[in-house]
């Protein structure tokens, strides 16, 4: 099945040009974006075929939701849900460990160096950054965000849309309340309310 990248920017790219180290055998065709100044041009050799729905509701493919901003990714799967031929393979990198019990939803990336422990549960549509960690028995809702050297204890709970900035941690047992946010290199030590920020 060929396979097409929602996003043309940075994280897109990274994903074209390192498309080898996620071990999937799809074929890449390009690039799908809501800007109308990138169509027919080309992002890591592949183009930029078009804006998502006029292209996605005429083809069979699987998909990767390449965008970072957590609000914007929510925004772009409620629209492709309507679209019922797509599908959402992970994209594990093959330099990741990823225990083998662990439950995994489907439209996830996660990056090399990153490390999932026993037990836990990755929900839909997550982005874990390069050299990520994830302790045993967490769970990790959807459209979670975690930038490069997170940590995250384990029995912790993530709630959803949650976005964690490099080196921040989760000390273990804590709950993250949804749409929460977590500067960089904060650690939390105590049950987090929805919509919190904590800054280091």
Known sequence: MDLIIVGANKLGEYIAKN???????HK???FVDESLSL???????YPVLGQPEGVLNCKK??????????????????????????????LISLGSWISRDCIFGKGNIILEGSLINFGTMIGNFNFLGEK?????????????????????GGYSILEGAVSMKK??????????????????????????????????
């Open 132 to 152: 990520c960690s994830i302790g045993h028995e967490s769970i990790i809702g959807d459209c979670c965000y975690l930038e490069n050297e997170v940590n995250i």
């Open 28 to 30: 890449i065709l390009g």
């Open 61 to 90: 493919v699987a998909v990767v939701v390449a965008l970072p901003s957590i609000y914007e990714k929510l925004g772009m799967i409620k629209r492709l849900a309507l679209i019922k031929h797509l599908e959402y393979p992970n």
């Open 39 to 45: 169509e027919g041009k080309k992002v890591a050799g």
């Open 19 to 25: 498309y080898s180290q996620f071990g999937l055998r």
């Open 167 to 200: 080196g921040s941690g989760v000390n273990q047992g804590i709950r993250v309340g949804k749409e929460s946010t977590i500067e960089k290199y904060a650690e939390i030590k105590e049950d987090l309310l929805p919509n919190s920020m904590v800054k280091k």
